[in-house]
């Protein structure tokens, strides 16, 4: 009883805004992670205290509405790429749902041949995957993307041997929002014949992810990139035409069909089906109004300032994203002028703890420099239209500042070529 | 992470901005880092006829931490002779600034940047 007075309480007193969001930090990091929606939160609410069920207890009331919850998650879940409920394995992230993709097909398949292809550009999880495969004995061709981030589809192809068990190609790059050519790479996987896996998880709920029309097989998403809770996410598997199996990577009490062990996330779950329900009603609505904001921000940054890089295609690209260098800024730098007001992230090595700059745009060929000054800009469902005229100023003049600062842009001003002078680099 | 009051001061409000004549003999420059780093920074001194550090002005490109190293390393060569400025360490300045251990590499490059522009301003006056 507590705790539904609790709810109520807090229901009555405060509005969406101010229940969620930080109104004068403009939150520009939507790659990263989304807000959950309130509309999320509240669907959630009631499964912590009230409904506490394990949807595995087959014994009790307790455990039958838990589970009941979940298959309706499933169902919305499923319902936002198009595909069958019973294909659906929650997982606790995309970086275990990677994983579960990568390791699982590679071992289910490990008769039929060791090799798998991916990118470059691909996310961490799917790389550091690939990695483990090849200690265990299996073979991984990182394919190079050009200068707008895309895969070139004749190297892919002729990349596939007899041994190749699984392409595994991101939908949508999380720090440029390129978009690889899906349907294309699905016709050659078909003709080939070996399976194909997309970690989709940038894609997902922001716009149509319809793995069946595609030829994808296996997809990989996450609920937190999306508007619900993090911590939860999922798996696609492929059950028919082709059945699609992989070898689970979790053991323990079978649950998800045996597919990945462990007491399911009943609330993660329940928002993560709720923001696919609203996803699948919005995200058209959403990627319009918010490729608008976002061509506005770059088209006045380019406008207002020189030297000013997009990276990456800008046709071939997610809605909400812009990834731009602002040449002779360093990142991390740049970001510390505008960090009380607005939050983003950038490639420079600055801010990991490598001294290494993105190797997202470093595969894109954008020479370290440039890597150095990219900043990336995730717009959201939550973005407001005047964020964009407040943010477009304090960048402008973030950049000003910085350049004012920078030893080489005076000589970049100056008519030095920078490529004669003789680096200390260190 | 969180930065100490002192380097987002130096951030904020960075000290001796700016560039002297290179060519003048009295002023020494120290140009250390690559863009392809991700920092680069230009320590210039100014040195009287007595030895003495009269002015100190900098650039960089760089993160907070390498502008703040920058910033800092300017005020403390103003009054300083040649040989107090050669002995300033690169730990002086991770303490003063609280410099994180990632960002250790900035205060090297503020004590590179130094060393160097005292030997240039050696070199050109044969000292
Ligand atoms: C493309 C991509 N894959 C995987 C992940 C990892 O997702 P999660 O945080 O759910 O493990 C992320 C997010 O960081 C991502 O952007």
Redesign the interface.
């Known amino acids: 009883m507590l705790s539904l007075h609790c709810i109520c309480l807090f229901k009555l007193n405060l509005n969406n805004e101010e229940r969620y969001m930080d109104n004068n930090l403009i939150y520009f990091d939507n790659n990263a992670t989304t807000p959950c929606d309130p509309r999320v939160v509240d669907a959630m609410l009631p499964w912590f205290y009230q409904n506490p069920g394990n949807a595995a207890s087959r014994s009790h009331a307790f455990g039958w509405k838990a589970e009941e919850a979940v298959d309706y998650a499933r169902e919305q879940v499923a319902n936002l790429i198009s595909v069958e409920s019973k294909e659906i394995i929650f997982t606790s992230g995309a970086t275990e749902a990677d994983n579960l993709a990568i390791k699982g097909v590679f071992e289910m398949y490990s008769r039929k041949g060791n090799h798998i292809i991916t990118l470059k550009t691909e996310h961490k999880a799917v790389l550091d995957a690939c990695d483990r495969v090849e200690k265990m004995g299996g073979e991984v061709t990182y394919l190079d993307v050009d200068r707008e981030g895309l895969v070139n589809l004749e190297e892919l192809e002729n990349a596939i041997t007899d041994k190749t068990v699984l392409v595994s190609v991101m939908w949508a790059n999380n720090e440029t929002g390129v978009i690889q050519p899906m349907k294309e790479i699905g016709e050659i996987c078909a003709r080939k014949g070996v399976l194909f896996f997309s970690d989709a998880t940038q894609a997902v709920g922001k716009i149509p992810v319809n793995p069946k029309e595609t030829g994808v097989h296996l997809i990989a998403f996450t609920a937190h990139k999306m508007y619900g809770p993090k911590g939860v996410g999922a798996l696609f598997v492929n059950r028919k035409k082709p059945r699609v199996k992989v070898v689970a990577q979790m053991d323990g009490g079978g649950h998800e069909r045996g597919m990945r062990s462990g007491t399911l996330n009943v609330p993660g779950i329940v928002g993560f089906g709720k923001a696919a329900e609203i996803a699948k009603q919005e995200m058209e609505a959403d990627a319009k109004r918010l490729s608008v904001l976002r061509d506005k921000l770059e088209k006045a940054l380019e406008e207002r300032l020189e030297e000013v890089y997009v990276n990456g295609s800008r046709t071939n690209r997610m809605p909400h994203v812009t990834n731009i260098s602002f040449k ?3 990142g ?2 740049l970001m ?1 002028t505008f960090n009380e007001n607005i939050a983003v992230s950038s490639g ?3 801010t990991s ?1 490598s ?1 290494e ?1 993105s190797y997202v745009l470093v595969a894109l060929g954008l ?3 440039l890597a ?1 000054s990219s900043i990336r800009f995730s717009l959201g469902r939550f973005t407001k239209d005047e964020e964009i005229d407040r943010a477009i100023d304090l960048v402008a003049n973030g950049v000003t500042h910085m350049r ?7 000589m970049y001003k100056e008519g030095v070529d ?1 490529d004669s ?1 003789q ?4 | 992470m969180a930065y100490s009051e002192k380097l987002l001061d130096h951030f904020k409000n960075p000290k001796n901005v700016g560039t002297l004549d290179k060519n003048k003999k009295s002023v020494g420059t120290g140009l250390v880092g690559a863009p392809e780093c991700g920092d680069v920074m230009r320590l210039q001194i100014e040195v009287s006829e007595e030895g003495v550090i009269e002015d100190a002005k900098f650039k960089t490109f760089g993160c907070g931490s390498a502008i703040a190293s920058s910033s800092l390393a300017t005020e403390w060569l103003k009054g300083k002779s040649l040989d107090e400025a050669g002995s300033i360490d690169n730990m002086d300045i991770v303490e003063e600034l609280a410099l994180p251990p990632v960002k250790i590499h900035c205060s090297v490059l503020a004590e590179d940047a130094i060393k160097m522009a005292i030997k240039d301003y050696r070199e050109k006056n044969g000292k």
């Open positions: 002779h800024v360093e991390e730098g510390m420079s090595a600055c703890a001294l700059p020479g370290d420099d150095h004012d600062l920078s030893p080489i842009w005076e920078l002078i680096w200390e680099a260190h």
